[in-house]
């Protein structure tokens, strides 16, 4: 059966949005089928400023008169609510009074069904054959006024919109990206496992660290003159041989993500690369302006006989001409440091146009000098340093069992010295700093599925004198996290938001970043510090949805989010965190239940709605 569309608009006054018995305003109504052959009837509407989505489904019923036909209403993280400004009143699209329908239906846009969503914050919504909704939002031009789709010779399947300069935009959608995703995605195919990649800026490449796996007869063994040899292990054609490792560096441009002809580097066998990344290097001079590289660790394992060792390799891509047969070659890596140190090269990371590498129980400070490496500091560590991170001349590292270490590297005097740590032992994934305004925290992934922040207090008096790190929060994801990184906060102007910056959720001035993560299982996250003020507020909405709320299968997202400890623990868990997917659930309630749930909290649900909409704008990267 063919679901058509059936639209129903309302033409909406100044001040009708809300009536004196608080009785919302229902604006437009759209009926439409989505999906496959548009076989998945939707019912969208907008009732004052937010978007209600509702999934017909056949419902059996005994009464003949009754339709056998239900909806159920989507969750989505659609918001569009419109912030008034003190003093200036606004001019709403939806007071004018030739009104244009904000949800418009297409059919085919390069090669995707759904509907385009028009206003101040404009989004787009698919629902491709996996039956999932999907929502990505459009942020370039701001305001989009009304949109229509578009097609002809010179915009195959295209759309075309009126900007908020009252500009007439013609456009498409990139076919190279798959949107049936929480984001655009699109796919590299490397035919390898890659490890790290790292970005070039002067060149504008990709460095990628890549891995294959190939079938190994030989053994390697360690004779009596320390000499090493490899033996061949002779067996049947139905012995299992060891699977072995061979890694690789190439070098991939920006734009397409193509493969850079003759730029592959291969080592040799046994080698690993444990660490990759880009690190803008002081010269020999000290007002030499710093240059990029690309600078790789190497650890060599042969077995337990063989003692393990590494080497810290230095690379810089060169800009060359290009071969008129291979257009892409135009540039190559050239090696410029490659020597063999006293271990394994386990991390490594940059420190004020220093390198700094963790080889052995040592963490060492380098300095880049006429090609070669030249020893400028060091200091003694605990087991096994497999994580550093580095703000200013401030260094976190973590150790595989005993938590992590603050330090302080001095450039004058070249010398390095421990600030604080943590005593109690902790098998870490991975550390990052979390950065708040002036203030600065340390965020740890474990191997119970946890996340740990902790502070630097010196002035407390748990922290003996600012030798012991402060716990201050913790949360249970439910998966290893085994990488972070930092992101600055996405500042969005009044003409998108609809505020001042100076009033919104996220001042410029507080210089906040948001901290994501990846864990094991393939998931993406974020984390993003808020002011007290609106933590307060959010904290008590928080504990009010654990119980206001349906969960799945009845469980407690309280409990769940707990922080897990291997056996007994002489600390109680710190809930400091909050959970954003917990906190959406509040859209998804009627507006009597909206209201009933912030005038427990003292609060209204517009400033709960404002609070969510910051948090959701400031994580949009794109």
């Given at each position: 059966k063919q679901w058509y569309q059936r639209r129903v608009a309302i033409t909406a006054g100044e001040h009708s949005s809300v009536g004196s018995e608080g009785i919302p305003t229902v604006k437009e109504i759209c009926v439409v089928g989505l999906g496959w052959r548009r076989q998945r009837p939707h019912?969208?509407?907008?009732?004052?400023?937010?978007?209600?989505?509702?999934?017909?489904?056949?419902?059996?019923?005994?009464?003949?008169?009754?339709?056998?036909?239900?909806?159920?209403?989507?969750?989505?993280?659609?918001?569009?609510k419109k912030k008034k400004t003190r003093g200036n009143k606004l001019l709403d699209m939806d007071a004018h009074p030739h009104y244009t329908p904000k949800i418009q239906h297409f059919s085919n846009i390069a090669?995707?069904?759904?509907?385009?969503?028009?206003?101040?914050?404009?989004?787009w919504l698919f629902l491709t054959t996996h039956g999932a909704l999907r929502t990505?939002?459009?942020?370039?031009?701001?305001?989009?006024?009304?949109?229509?789709?578009?097609?002809?010779v010179n915009c195959d399947n295209g759309f075309l919109y009126f900007s908020s300069t009252d500009e007439l935009r013609v456009s498409t959608l990139p076919t190279i990206l798959k949107y049936d995703n929480h984001w655009p995605v699109k796919k590299v195919n490397l035919r390898a496992t890659?490890?790290?990649?790292?970005?070039?800026?002067?060149?504008?490449?990709?460095?990628?660290?890549?891995?294959?796996?190939?079938?190994?007869?030989?053994?390697?063994?360690?004779?009596?003159?320390?000499?090493?040899?490899?033996?061949?292990?002779?067996?049947?054609d139905s012995f299992p041989y060891p699977s072995l490792n061979w890694y690789s560096i190439t070098l991939y441009t920006r734009d397409g993500w193509e493969v850079i002809p003759d730029s592959k580097i291969d080592f040799p066998k046994y080698e690993r690369v444990t660490c990759m990344k880009y690190m803008e290097l002081s010269g020999e001079q000290m007002g030499e302006q710093m240059k990029g590289y690309v600078v790789a660790g190497i650890m060599s394992s042969m077995g337990e006989e063989v003692s393990a060792r590494g080497k810290?390799?230095?690379?810089?891509?060169?800009?060359?001409?290009?071969?008129?047969?291979?257009?892409?070659?135009?540039?190559k890596f050239k090696c410029l440091y490659d020597k063999e140190q006293k271990g394994p090269v386990t991390e490594i990371n940059c420190i004020m146009g220093h390198i700094i590498s963790a080889i052995g129980q040592k963490i060492y400070v380098w300095s880049f000098l006429n090609n070669d490496l030249v020893g400028v500091a060091f200091i003694d560590t605990q087991i096994y340093i497999h994580s550093i991170s580095v703000i200013k001349n401030f260094i976190l590292y973590a150790d595989i069992t005993k938590s992590i270490s603050l330090l302080n590297f001095d450039k004058?005097?070249?010398?390095?010295?421990?600030?604080?740590?943590?005593?109690?032992?902790?098998?870490?994934?991975?550390?990052?700093?979390?950065?708040?305004?002036?203030?600065?925290?340390f965020i740890v992934s474990d191997s119970n599925c946890n996340l740990v922040i902790y502070s630097y207090q010196p002035e407390a008096v748990e922290s003996q004198g600012?030798?012991?790190?402060?716990?201050?929060?913790?949360?249970?994801?439910?998966?290893?996290?085994?990488?972070?990184?930092?992101?600055?906060?996405?500042?969005?102007?009044?003409?998108?938001?609809?505020?001042?910056?100076?009033?919104?959720?996220?001042?410029?001035?507080?210089?906040?970043?948001?901290?994501?993560?990846?864990?094991?299982?393939?998931?993406?996250?974020?984390?993003?510090?808020?002011?007290?003020?609106?933590?307060?507020?959010?904290?008590?909405?928080?504990?009010?949805?654990?119980?206001?709320?349906?969960?799945?299968?009845?469980?407690?997202?309280?409990?769940?989010?707990?922080?897990?400890?291997?056996?007994?623990?002489?600390?109680?868990?710190?809930?400091?965190?909050?959970?954003?997917?917990?906190l959406t659930n509040f859209l998804i309630l009627s507006h009597t239940e909206r209201r009933e749930l912030a005038k427990q909290i003292g609060t209204s649900p517009s400033q709960i709605i404002d609070d969510l909409m910051g948090i959701q704008k400031a994580m949009m990267i794109f």
């Open positions: 019912l969208l509407t907008l009732i004052d400023d937010d978007l209600f989505i509702y999934s017909a489904f056949p419902y059996n019923t005994d009464s003949k008169s009754a339709l056998k036909l239900r909806f159920a209403k989507i969750q989505h993280e659609v918001l569009i090669g995707y069904s759904g509907i385009f969503l028009c206003g101040d914050l404009p989004y990505h939002p459009m942020y370039l031009d701001g305001k989009v006024t009304c949109f229509a789709p578009f097609n002809n890659p490890h790290f990649v790292a970005y070039h800026h002067d060149t504008k490449t990709y460095a990628v660290c890549t891995s294959s796996p190939s079938l190994n007869p030989m053994m390697p063994k360690m004779q009596n003159n320390l000499d090493k040899e490899e033996i061949n292990i002779e067996e049947d810290i390799m230095v690379f810089d891509v060169m800009e060359v001409v290009p071969d008129p047969d291979k257009p892409l070659s135009g540039f004058d005097c070249k010398t390095l010295s421990v600030v604080s740590r943590d005593y109690e032992p902790m098998e870490i994934y991975r550390c990052e700093f979390v950065v708040d305004g002036t203030n600065l925290g600012g030798m012991k790190l402060i716990r201050k929060s913790d949360i249970n994801i439910g998966a290893n996290v085994n990488t972070f990184f930092r992101t600055g906060i996405r500042i969005h102007d009044g003409s998108i938001l609809g505020t001042t910056p100076s009033s919104s959720l996220l001042h410029p001035s507080e210089k906040r970043h948001v901290t994501w993560l990846a864990t094991l299982d393939g998931a993406l996250g974020s984390f993003l510090p808020l002011s007290e003020k609106r933590y307060r507020r959010l904290f008590m909405l928080h504990n009010k949805l654990v119980t206001a709320v349906p969960h799945v299968a009845g469980l407690n997202p309280k409990k769940f989010r707990t922080a897990k400890m291997p056996g007994r623990w002489l600390m109680n868990p710190h809930r400091n965190i909050l959970d954003y997917q917990l």
